[in-house]
């Protein structure tokens, strides 16, 4: 190795870790930064709480009946039945809204018995008295459908809150460090790659360390609200989420970097940022929408803006294969390498360049 080798190596290296503690200890020193933080975990925590706590303790619809109608809903969990001592105190139960319906003797019915309620049919209550033909699943699931949305929800807005809200503090300090003409003293101290790495890797540290907060935050929710069967479900899948976060963000963050060195104006920013913010947003929709269906997630776990979230997911509900989330990390891996090179030419060629926007191929020119 060359002496000016030897010197660049640790120039460089010490460089991206300068510049990568700058940005974490401003955000840090950020009081605004800190509330917000501050806010979301105490969020994250009463939403997983109060989550836990309704799985455990679903809401019953209140029910009046009488000592004829009463063998009718014996064995429903989901009622709050209560006994009247004729029809019309039962029916009267429902007028004073003290419940939702009263079952009372028709002897003209079919069977015997009919439903009633004050201004709307009681689906839900009509198809549980129903007689319905036995009904045998193939493939049966274990997993509450409840439950499964709150989960694609869960990662669907971690996912969409920390990559957003990092992404814009990247495209933001870029803008700004060519607004106020700083970057061109920086860049003269230290190389280019070495001020963007510093941002990534920064804002990389800190997005993770938020990860890692709300993933404890989960475990402990769920454990005081009494989940501990959920909580063993959910450990292998956020274990994946974090990681596929990790890779997931540096190449969000790469492009955001590239995206916010192509304007000089903050105003600007979010011209070139839009296509990422869109990319961040179409998985937390896709997820809600589609999380019981297995086609879409699937597809979904092998697009790399889109597996953050769908691969964990289809983890949890038992979907995927013990070499699906390796393969789809692979990809996501080398999609990331890609975004880096070309989030750095990005910014490379746009960085020292002021006034109107760089044109994305004028940007990519060598």
């Not at 990389?204 to 454990?223: E, H």
């Not at 956020?238 to 790469?254: D, Q, Y």
């Not at 590239?258 to 839009?274: K, L």
């Amino acid at each position: 190795m060359s002496t000016a080798d030897a010197r660049t190596g640790p120039a460089l290296a010490q460089s991206i870790r300068l510049v990568a503690g700058r940005e974490v200890a401003s955000k840090l020193r950020s009081k605004a930064f800190v509330i917000s933080t501050l806010i979301l975990l105490l969020l994250a925590l009463g939403g997983v709480v109060w989550g836990g706590l309704s799985a455990a303790n679903p809401s019953k619809t209140p029910v009046a009946v009488t000592s004829e109608t009463a063998q009718a809903v014996s064995g429903m969990s989901n009622l709050a039945v209560t006994t009247a001592t004729d029809a019309d105190a039962a029916i009267a139960l429902v007028r004073s809204e003290k419940a939702d319906a009263a079952i009372v003797p028709d002897p003209a019915s079919p069977l015997h018995l009919k439903l009633v309620a004050r201004d709307s049919v009681p689906q839900q209550l009509v198809a549980q008295l129903s007689v319905s033909p036995p009904v045998e699943l193939l493939n049966t699931s274990t997993q509450n459908a409840l439950l499964r949305y709150f989960v694609a929800i869960g990662f669907g807005v971690v996912f969409l809150m920390s990559a957003s809200m990092f992404g814009s503090t990247i495209a933001q300090s870029v803008v700004e460090e060519k607004q106020t003409r700083v970057v061109e003293i920086l860049i003269s101290a230290i190389p280019v790659r070495a001020l963007m790495a510093g941002k990534v890797i920064g804002n990389t540290i800190l997005a993770m360390a938020q990860i890692v907060a709300l993933v404890a935050i989960a475990v402990v929710g769920l454990s005081v609200s009494g989940q501990s069967a959920v909580l063993s479900g959910l450990g292998g899948p956020m274990a994946w989420f974090a990681v596929f976060f990790l890779f997931g963000f540096v190449l969000l963050a790469a492009l955001f970097a590239g995206a916010a060195a192509m304007v000089s104006r903050q105003e600007d920013i979010g011209s070139t940022t839009m296509p990422l913010t869109m990319l961040i947003l179409a998985p937390y929709i896709l997820v809600i929408v589609f999380n019981g269906n297995p086609v879409v997630l699937g597809v979904m776990s092998y697009v790399p803006f889109s597996a953050p979230v769908a691969m964990p997911l289809r983890l949890y509900l038992g979907s995927a294969q013990w070499w699906e989330p390796l393969s789809s990390l692979v990809l996501l891996i080398a999609t990331c390498v890609a975004a880096v090179l070309v989030g750095s030419k990005i910014y490379r060629n746009s960085l020292l360049r002021m006034g109107a926007r760089v044109k994305l191929a004028d940007a990519l020119k060598a």
